[in-house]
C-alpha cells in the first residue's frame, strides 16, 4: 500500500530516469511524495508536453521502403516491431489492477495516464504492423496474433505470462504494488521495452522508415516518465530487500529477452540501469552495490 503522502517535494532533485544519471544530489531524507495539492499539476505537466496522436504520423512512405530493405533487416525490424506490437497490446490490457492495488485516487489516476499512454502505443504498432509490415489480420487482435510469429519467444513469455499472471495476482490481493512496479515499471518498461526501442532508434538512424522512428521516438519519452514515477512510487513504499532482491534479478535476466536482434552493446548498457536507478533512490539491498 502507498503510505499517506507527506509535504515534501524531491521530484526536481532525482534524477533522469531513463539513463539513472543523477542530475542533482537527492535530499536526505527519503520516503515522501509530492503533496497531494501538487500531484495533479505537476503530472498534467508532463503529459500534456507529451501529447501526441498516434493516428497522425505518416507511414506512406514506410510503407513504399519497407520491402526495398535488405532481408537481413527487415527479419531484424520485423522481430523487433512484432515484439513491441505484442507487448504494448499486452500492457494496455494488464494495467488496470494496477490502479486499485495503490489504494490510492491519485496513484490511481496516473496509473490510469499511464493506461492510456500504452493504448495510445498499442495503436502506433498495429498501424505500423497493418500498414508497414501487412502482417495477416482484419483487427488488431488478428494482427497480435500474426506478430507472435515473429515476436521473440523471452518477450511473448514476459507480456504473454508473467505479466498477466502478475496481474492477476494484484487484483485478487496475493500480490502488493512493489511486486507490480518492480515487474512492470522497473523491468518491463526500464529493462525489456528500453532495450528494444534503443536497438530501433539506433536502427532508423538513417531515415529509412522516418515514420516508425517518429513513433518510436514519443514512445520512449513516455515511458521515461512511467519509470520515473514507478520509482517515486518505490521510494515511498520501501519495499522488503527480499522484493528488491527479487526485481534485480528479474531485470538481469530481462535484458536477454529480445536475444540477438539487440546489439550486444545496448544490452550491456541497459541491463544495469535497473539497479542504478534503485541505487540512486537509495533502494538497493544492503550488500549490494552497482
Same mark, same amino acid.
Given at each position: 500500500m +502507498?503510505?499517506?503522502? $507527506?509535504?515534501?517535494?524531491v521530484?526536481? =532533485?532525482?534524477? &533522469?530516469?531513463?539513463?539513472? !544519471? +543523477?542530475?542533482?544530489?537527492?535530499p536526505?531524507?527519503?520516503?515522501h511524495?509530492?503533496?497531494?495539492?501538487?500531484?495533479?499539476?505537476?503530472?498534467?505537466?508532463?503529459?500534456?508536453?507529451?501529447?501526441?496522436?498516434? @493516428? *497522425?504520423?505518416?507511414? #506512406? =512512405?514506410d510503407?513504399? #521502403?519497407?520491402?526495398?530493405?535488405?532481408?537481413d533487416?527487415?527479419?531484424?525490424?520485423m =522481430?523487433?516491431?512484432?515484439?513491441?506490437?505484442? #507487448?504494448?497490446?499486452?500492457?494496455?490490457?494488464?494495467?488496470?489492477?494496477?490502479?486499485?492495488?495503490?489504494?490510492?485516487?491519485? +496513484?490511481a489516476?496516473?496509473m490510469?495516464?499511464?493506461?492510456?499512454d500504452?493504448?495510445?502505443?498499442?495503436?502506433?504498432?498495429d !498501424?505500423?504492423?497493418?500498414e508497414?509490415?501487412r502482417?495477416?489480420?482484419d483487427?488488431?487482435a488478428?494482427?497480435?496474433?500474426? #506478430?507472435?510469429?515473429? $515476436?521473440?519467444?523471452?518477450?511473448?513469455?514476459?507480456?504473454?505470462?508473467?505479466?498477466?499472471?502478475?496481474?492477476g495476482?494484484?487484483a485478487?490481493?496475493?500480490? *502488493?504494488?512493489?511486486?507490480?512496479?518492480?515487474l512492470?515499471h522497473?523491468?518491463?518498461?526500464? %529493462?525489456v521495452?528500453?532495450?528494444?526501442?534503443r536497438a530501433?532508434?539506433? &536502427?532508423?538512424?538513417?531515415? $529509412?522508415?522516418? *515514420?516508425?522512428? @517518429?513513433?518510436?521516438e514519443? +514512445?520512449?519519452?513516455?515511458?521515461?516518465?512511467?519509470?520515473?514515477?514507478?520509482?517515486r512510487?518505490?521510494?515511498? %513504499?520501501?519495499?522488503?530487500a527480499?522484493?528488491?532482491?527479487?526485481?534485480?534479478?528479474?531485470?538481469?535476466?530481462?535484458?536477454?529477452?529480445w *536475444?540477438?536482434?539487440?546489439?550486444?552493446?545496448? !544490452?550491456?548498457?541497459?541491463?544495469?540501469?535497473?539497479?542504478? !536507478?534503485?541505487?540512486?533512490? &537509495?533502494?538497493?539491498? $544492503?550488500?549490494?552495490?552497482v
Amino acid at each position: 500500500m +502507498v503510505a499517506p503522502m $507527506a509535504g515534501h517535494e524531491v521530484w526536481r =532533485t532525482v534524477f &533522469d530516469p531513463a539513463t539513472g !544519471r +543523477v542530475l542533482t544530489p537527492p535530499p536526505a531524507r527519503k520516503g515522501h511524495m509530492i503533496p497531494s495539492s501538487h500531484w495533479p499539476s505537476f503530472f498534467s505537466r508532463i503529459v500534456a508536453r507529451l501529447q501526441w496522436d498516434a @493516428k *497522425g504520423i505518416d507511414l #506512406a =512512405t514506410d510503407a513504399r #521502403a519497407w520491402p526495398e530493405l535488405p532481408e537481413d533487416r527487415r527479419s531484424r525490424l520485423m =522481430t523487433l516491431l512484432a515484439g513491441f506490437c505484442v #507487448a504494448e497490446d499486452a500492457v494496455a490490457e494488464q494495467l488496470t489492477p494496477f490502479g486499485d492495488a495503490a489504494k490510492n485516487s491519485l +496513484v490511481a489516476w496516473i496509473m490510469f495516464l499511464q493506461r492510456r499512454d500504452e493504448q495510445r502505443h498499442a495503436l502506433i504498432f498495429d !498501424r505500423i504492423a497493418e500498414e508497414v509490415l501487412r502482417l495477416d489480420g482484419d483487427t488488431a487482435a488478428e494482427r497480435r496474433e500474426a #506478430a507472435r510469429e515473429y $515476436a521473440p519467444a523471452g518477450v511473448l513469455e514476459l507480456f504473454e505470462e508473467r505479466l498477466p499472471a502478475l496481474a492477476g495476482d494484484l487484483a485478487a490481493g496475493r500480490a *502488493g504494488l512493489a511486486e507490480g512496479v518492480g515487474l512492470y515499471h522497473m523491468v518491463l518498461e526500464g %529493462i525489456v521495452l528500453a532495450a528494444g526501442q534503443r536497438a530501433l532508434l539506433d &536502427d532508423l538512424e538513417d531515415g $529509412a522508415l522516418p *515514420g516508425v522512428r @517518429k513513433g518510436v521516438e514519443h +514512445v520512449e519519452l513516455d515511458e521515461r516518465w512511467h519509470i520515473g514515477f514507478g520509482l517515486r512510487c518505490l521510494i515511498e %513504499i520501501q519495499p522488503s530487500a527480499e522484493v528488491m532482491e527479487g526485481v534485480l534479478q528479474q531485470a538481469e535476466a530481462a535484458a536477454a529477452a529480445w *536475444g540477438d536482434v539487440v546489439p550486444a552493446a545496448i !544490452r550491456e548498457s541497459i541491463a544495469p540501469s535497473c539497479a542504478r !536507478r534503485l541505487a540512486v533512490a &537509495d533502494l538497493l539491498p $544492503a550488500g549490494l552495490a552497482v
